[in-house]
């Protein structure tokens, strides 16, 4: 994560993922650092070491949506934006770019993203771990109690 991006790189291959509004202008990363998209804002790519001339399809999980296609530059790289459409529902996604090295293999690299508001704090997960702190609490102010009167007995 760097300058409101994330990069990834494997051996020769590397690509940067960075949110951006509808007009284009960059976005912050959440307070989690992870990329927070919203309907029609833009996901931008960067990309480089793939094969010259090769086409790169960029898609959307966890419903399977194609975001569109690019062709790589000479150089091996693509710079290019994406629009998140109006037809991906809010939630934690996968985007997913499909492409090939410079060596003619197959790669596919993925981030997710989450789009859209979602609460990512259960509030049965927050009772729960309560309860269980709770118990334990509870459970070890009992015990030397307990010990203490069979020892007496």
Request: hydrophobic share 45%; no cysteine; glycine share 10%.
């Amino acid at each position: 994560r760097e300058n409101n991006a994330i990069s990834i790189s494997s051996g020769s291959l590397n690509a940067t993922f960075a949110p951006a509004d509808p007009n284009g202008n960059a976005s912050a990363l959440d307070a989690d650092g992870n990329i927070h998209l919203k309907v029609g804002d833009k996901i931008k790519i960067r990309m480089a070491g793939f094969l010259p001339g090769s086409g790169v399809e960029t898609w959307m999980f966890s419903t399977p949506t194609l975001l569109g296609t690019a062709k790589v530059d000479a150089k091996g790289g693509i710079d290019k934006d994406f629009v998140i459409p109006a037809s991906m529902p809010n939630g934690k996604h996968r985007i997913a770019l499909s492409a090939t090295t410079a060596d003619n293999k197959p790669a596919t690299i993925a981030l997710g993203v989450v789009v859209g508001e979602v609460n990512q704090k259960s509030k049965t997960a927050v009772v729960l771990i309560v309860l269980a702190l709770a118990t334990a609490v509870l459970g070890g102010l009992a015990l030397p109690a307990v010990s203490r009167r069979r020892r007496r007995a």
